[in-house]
């Protein structure tokens, strides 16, 4: 169970709101359920990390807009939609807009507790890209101008021979430069470097 659980159920289908946030709580998640969109957006839901399950069709903004609403608030809520069969095109569009996935009703309790797991563990896989993402930024501070200079040619592919050509200095002086790129980096192999090198420029 991750430590962060929060799952937010959207849907204008008073006994399906209830049958799920059920569902959810038993198998250890905390659950909020909001009759609309509205509803939803006026809480303090969208600022939190956590999974959100939404119908595609309701009154009002319906479950794609709601989607639309939070990548405009660049939400770090994960996304499931319920669909019917005649939806399933929309749903489609809302996997396109980043949604993790859809489920056709009426769906089973473990696909949809299936699914709910797998959107945690993409938030979770997220985070952590976020986090080394934010190390690597500030490793990058550590180097001088010169080592940047080897590092942009290095990440641009070129070899040691091509950096040396380029930026005047002995190939032995681009060993130097790129053993301490990627002592500082904390960079285990070259492959390492690149990595978090586009994981900044990204």
């Known amino acids: 169970m991750p430590q962060n659980s929060k799952v937010f159920v959207v849907d204008d289908d008073p006994a399906l709101r209830d049958s799920l946030s059920m569902l959810l709580q038993a198998s250890g998640y905390e659950a909020t359920a909001f009759e609309s969109a509205a509803a939803f957006l006026e809480s303090d839901a969208p600022g939190a990390v956590g999974c959100l399950i939404v119908d595609v069709r309701m009154p009002g903004k319906n479950g ?7 990548v405009g608030r660049a939400s770090t809520i994960a996304v499931i939609v319920m ?6 095109p929309i749903a489609v569009q809302a996997m396109k807009a980043g949604a993790v996935d859809f489920l056709e009703k009426p769906f089973e309790e473990a696909t949809l507790l ?3 797991s797998r959107a945690f563990q993409l938030l979770d896989t997220a985070n952590r890209q976020t ?3 934010r190390e690597a930024k500030n490793r990058l501070l550590t180097l001088t ?10 990440v641009a592919g070129k070899a040691n021979k091509v950096v040396a050509y380029e930026l005047s200095i002995s ?3 681009v060993e130097i430069h790129r053993s301490r790129v990627m002592e500082k980096m904390g960079a ?5 470097l690149v990595r978090m090198a586009l994981s900044v420029s990204q």
Do not use: K
């Not at 794609?64 to 939070?70: A, H």
């Not at 101008?145 to 290095?154: A, F, N, S």
């Open 188 to 192: 285990r192999n070259l492959a390492d």
């Open 64 to 70: 794609l807009e709601l989607q639309q609403e939070l």
């Open 114 to 116: 299936d699914s709910v």
């Open 131 to 133: 986090d080394a993402a």
């Open 145 to 154: 101008e010169r080592e940047h200079q080897v590092l942009d040619l290095i």
């Open 83 to 88: 669909t019917g069969h005649a939806d399933i």
């Open 171 to 173: 190939p032995r002086t």
